[in-house]
């Protein structure tokens, strides 16, 4: 499924898993910059993503005002080292330049976690009177950590390349401390067949309870759910193993039931089938999982999922990839958790075609939605931002300049 960046691929670009080359739309450099430390006069919010450079990885901070727009406000150093590595259809010298994840970056409350995944650690940052400071920087318990999510005053991380995960504790000021006994591996090792190898796994999220860990992992084929039930002191169980509805799970989240929500890939995207969305019912006593609803995404390579804060939405990106252009699935979800397909977002719109998108993130009021369009070969990586209207669909209002890192990965809101 690894397609390698090569003359021919851009001549007829492969659609890839969620990665894909973006060589030929790089042209437009220019190096990215900061405004201000302090929170622009105005700013209602803020929205977060990481460089994922090497040797320093930054998180990168944009104000967000009221209309949803966003301006770039800091730059702020983890302390950490991104990482590249292979990825399905991203196998450039020294490895794909951003993570093929979801959760990469996610906010709790003030607190900003994000993963070093290059030097194996997670960076805990703070928002202050005087803008974002890092507060902690802790080893992540495994290798190439590429995913994070928290609930209460607990952390949980996905090392990739270690097929496991590991839980910390953090305080109200984002001091991280490891929890012992929370170390725990993956119900299967991935397949070392595919590109990037450990790489497989793509996220870990708590449910709605914080009872249960949820984590997708593409491999070994057709893929698998896991689940880890936690006891009453935050440590998990053992891995249990899912087969998904459809192969190559990839993003998920929770809707208003506590049912999960699932992009899944169908087949190599190279193949041009489109994939689709799944929710499934969660038991949070015994970490099963029910199929309820599968529905087509209408695109290729479904991965990145979020669900708004009323739980009567759910947008999913088709990352793309070539022809046809990356679009997000908008659906509606019923009391039963069943999926409505509600329409796709223009191909042809007011930002122009877009050869990808990835990861999605929504306001803490749910009223706009921003989708990252990266890029790989430079400083053109960009942040589209769309208001969600009242009947769940979008609205292009704009877009940041096409000047963010090269590699840039994960997008978290508040």
Known sequence: ????????????????LCLFALALAVLALGPATAAAKKPAKGSVGAVYSETNGVPDNEVIVFDRKSNGKLKQRELVNTGGAGGLAPQPGCTLPG????????????TKGRLVFAVNAGSDTISALRETSKGLKLVSEVRSRGDFPNSLTAHGRILYVLNSHSDSIAGFTFSRKGKLRFLRGS??????????????????PR?????????????????????????????????????????????????????????LVMSQVSAPPELA?????????????????TPIDTESSHGVAPCWVVVTKGGHYAFVVNTGGGAPNATIADYSLSSGSALTFLGLTPENNANGDEFARTDEALSRDSKYLYALKPGLMGPVSQ??????NSDGSLTLVGNTPANGAPGQSGLAAR
């Open 203 to 259: 996220q870990i999220g708590f449910d709605n309870s914080g009872r249960v860990l949820v984590v997708s992992l593409l491999s070994p084929l057709p893929g698998s759910i896991d689940t880890f039930k936690l006891n009453k002191r935050h440590r998990p169980g053992a891995a249990q193993g899912h087969a998904p509805t459809t192969p190559l799970p990839f993003g998920f989240a929770f809707d208003r039931h506590n049912n």
């Open 1 to 16: 499924m690894g397609v390698k960046l090569t003359a021919s691929t851009f001549r007829h670009p492969a659609r890839t």
């Open 95 to 106: 490895g794909c330049p951003m993570l093929d994840t979801q959760g990469e970056v996610i």
């Open 273 to 289: 089938m489109d994939g689709n969305t799944a929710t499934y019912d969660l038991n949070t006593r015994t970490g099963g999982l």
């Open 383 to 388: 942040v589209d931002i769309y208001r969600v």
């Open 183 to 200: 170390r725990e591996d993956l119900s299967s090792p991935a397949d070392p067949a595919l590109v990037g190898g450990g790489l497989t």
